[in-house]
């Protein structure tokens, strides 16, 4: 299974960075088997408020929010039981707590691969690779 963090979720409706855009929506037309974190969706909503001066309204971000939940075979609800993970990788890696959330979801449920612009790709995590769409080119 593969996840994507929040951000590329959001250039894929951002002109304002064409290059970053194309690399993300790339990624949405060619990714296989891909869950949705809860999560996510809901920072994708509060992000998009940040893409209205650009002429990206609120009815675009829903239907974009309910784009991303036909594109996931999985959608990925927070557990409790998360929190204990989330504060270990917090500790080891000194990541920030929304992106240590998102690590621990991936790493409880099984996700393979998280497409992630704001994570370390050379930290481990279990067996979950991070990759950056933006690197190298």
């Given at each position: 299974?593969?996840?994507?963090?929040?951000?590329i979720?959001?250039?894929?409706?951002?002109?304002?960075?064409?290059?970053?855009?194309?690399?993300?929506?790339?990624?949405?037309?060619?990714?296989?088997?891909?869950?949705?974190?809860?999560?996510?969706?809901?920072?994708?909503?509060?992000?998009?408020?940040?893409?209205?001066?650009?002429?990206?309204?609120?009815?675009?971000?829903?239907?974009?929010?309910?784009?991303?939940?036909?594109?996931?075979?999985?959608?990925?609800?927070?557990?409790?039981?998360?929190?204990?993970?989330?504060?270990?990788?917090?500790?080891?890696?000194?990541?920030?707590?929304?992106?240590?959330?998102?690590?621990?979801?991936?790493?409880?449920?099984?996700?393979?691969?998280?497409?992630?612009?704001d994570i370390?790709?050379?930290?481990?995590?279990?067996?979950?690779?991070?990759?950056?769409?933006?690197?190298?080119?």
């Amino acid at each position: 299974m593969n996840a994507i963090d929040t951000n590329i979720w959001v250039y894929c409706h951002d002109t304002r960075d064409p290059a970053k855009q194309q690399k993300a929506q790339r990624l949405l037309e060619t990714i296989e088997s891909l869950v949705l974190l809860w999560q996510v969706g809901c920072e994708f909503m509060a992000a998009a408020r940040k893409l209205e001066h650009i002429g990206f309204t609120k009815g675009q971000a829903w239907e974009s929010l309910a784009d991303m939940q036909s594109m996931a075979s999985v959608i990925l609800l927070p557990t409790p039981d998360i929190w204990p993970l989330c504060q270990a990788i917090q500790k080891k890696h000194g990541i920030h707590y929304w992106d240590a959330l998102i690590l621990a979801a991936c790493m409880h449920d099984g996700v393979k691969t998280l497409y992630s612009e704001d994570i370390p790709e050379n930290d481990d995590f279990n067996g979950l690779r991070i990759v950056n769409p933006f690197r190298n080119g």
